[in-house]
């Protein structure tokens, strides 16, 4: 299975920064990782962090659990946890959020509601994360690409 976007492909086999598939499992169970966290874990843990489900409200539990030993095993950075958005836009296939509208429209793209609606939700999540103006989003383009939007 494949978990990794190709505009990540230059730290996905190190995994020195976190994936979107991380980013994206981290938003659905509610907790702040830090790249620092990350950072300490071995590589097989990360690994682990990639590949574990966060689909059912048991995954999510046990996926919440994993972070807590893994944070407490290898730092001593404490987890803080995110509020859970009940509808996150990422899930929502009929509104293209502000951010990532105008980010299109700077990069010169017109991302029309038929495509944001053939997304899959991990894709809408990465176009919404690429776009916050506090992300370095030198990849938002190259994930328009990757996504078949250009």
């Known amino acids: 299975m494949t978990y990794f976007f190709q505009f990540e492909d ?6 020195r920064c976190i994936p979107m ?14 790249l620092a966290h990350w950072n300490e874990f071995p590589q097989t843990e990360r690994q682990t962090l990639v590949e574990q489900p966060t689909t059912t ?3 999510i539990q046990s996926y919440r659990n994993l972070l ?3 944070a407490e095993k290898y730092t001593d950075i404490p987890l803080k ?15 293209i959020p ?5 980010k299109s429209e700077e990069t010169g ?12 939700p991990v894709q809408r999540f990465a176009l919404i994360k ?20 250009v």
Do not use: M
């Open 10 to 15: 230059d730290f996905v086999a190190s995994l």
């Open 21 to 34: 598939i991380v980013r994206y499992k981290l938003d659905t169970c509610g907790v702040k990782l830090k």
């Open 57 to 59: 409200p048991s995954d």
């Open 68 to 70: 807590q030993q893994l």
């Open 81 to 95: 946890d995110l509020p859970v958005e009940e509808n996150p836009a990422w899930l929502d296939c009929q509104t």
């Open 98 to 102: 502000e951010t990532v509208q105008q």
């Open 109 to 120: 793209v017109k991302l029309t509601l038929e495509q944001w609606q053939n997304l899959t």
């Open 130 to 149: 690429l776009s916050r103006p506090s992300h370095e989003n030198h990849n938002f383009l190259p994930a328009l690409k990757e996504f078949n939007i």
